[in-house]
């Protein structure tokens, strides 16, 4: 019965332990060192990269479709930033694709999009297709090994990031919405 006991408040002394350190925003000093993005927090925003809003973005770096050129997301930006994660054989990815060719076409003078193929469970020739009847003009991401997807926990598609110039998540956007609430997400980032 002791033994029970003393099972059970050094679990809840872990849970406690864990709840505070998580509350606190904080994480060890060595990982702190090893991400660029955490390098200067921004007033609240916890140190530690997480996809959530108002947390610094994950950083990544990815190959285009074309293999020619790497992009790479995470801390600070000339232009606010759309992260989408999307596949070709998605139906709701083909439905938002051409709102996200509009939002580019219009605010692509403050705003990058980086359209992330989850590679890892599609087909290159697929997403090659896709992208060609899509018309899309905006670089798009090979995901070969889930790396991006797992970073920022997606679990459906399509999924859109919409980061601030200092790198800090401002919206996570799951699923489809109007056009007229991106416009409203983005005001706030663009205006920032």
């Given at each position: 019965?002791?033994?029970?006991?003393?099972?059970?408040l050094l679990v809840i002394a872990v849970a406690i332990g864990y709840w505070l350190w998580e509350s606190n925003g904080?994480?060890?000093?060595?990982q702190a060192a090893e991400n660029p993005a955490v390098s200067s927090p921004i007033g609240d925003i916890p140190a530690s990269p997480e996809p959530k809003e108002n947390r610094f973005a994950p950083a990544f770096e990815l190959d285009s479709l074309?293999?020619?050129t790497s992009y790479s997301v995470g801390g600070k930006r000339d232009k606010a930033l759309i992260v989408n994660f999307?596949?070709?054989?998605?139906?709701p990815c083909e439905l938002e694709a051409p709102d996200l060719k509009d939002i580019y076409d219009k605010h692509k003078e403050q705003l990058d999009l980086y359209a992330v193929n989850a590679t890892?469970?599609?087909k290159v020739r697929e997403a090659k297709?896709?992208?060609?009847?899509q018309q899309f003009v905006f670089?798009?991401?090979?995901?070969v090994k889930g790396v991006a997807g797992d970073l920022y926990k997606v679990n459906g598609y399509p999924i859109s990031f919409i980061i601030d110039?200092?790198?800090?998540?401002?919206h996570r956007i799951q699923g489809i919405i109007d056009r007229e609430q991106w416009e409203l997400y983005l005001q706030e980032v663009l205006e920032s």
């Open positions: 019965m002791k033994k029970n006991a003393f099972i059970v904080k994480e060890p000093k060595s074309d293999g020619t999307w596949a070709a054989w998605c139906g890892n469970f599609d297709d896709f992208v060609k009847e670089p798009v991401l090979t995901d110039r200092d790198g800090v998540i401002r």
